[in-house]
């Protein structure tokens, strides 16, 4: 939203637009979050329904959050960064116990 014209009312003048903060790319965060871990990818790896549905629970709430219209409502990347690892430590140990690997989101 913060990279549409904000003045209906005037033409687009370029040194009008808002500033770039962090905010933009929160926005972004579902999508890719959604491209990088498909349930499908989960549910191959290994990870039971039930497990999954919270963690899909726990990604509406994320989404939603990073999605936001007003920015100011948007949580900071690092609070973002801290949410998505509290749920991934249940799917990791899952996967790493269902397919003996190790991997970590650093």
Known sequence: PEMLWP???RAFVD??????????DIWRIPATLARLVPDSALMDAGVPAA?????QRRMAILKNNCLATDPSNRSPAHVVLQHFRDMAGPLRATIRAANDLDFSFQ
């Open 7 to 9: 003045h209906p009312d």
């Open 15 to 24: 040194a009008d637009m808002p500033c770039y903060t962090e905010k933009i």
């Open 51 to 55: 497990t999954l549905a919270v963690f």
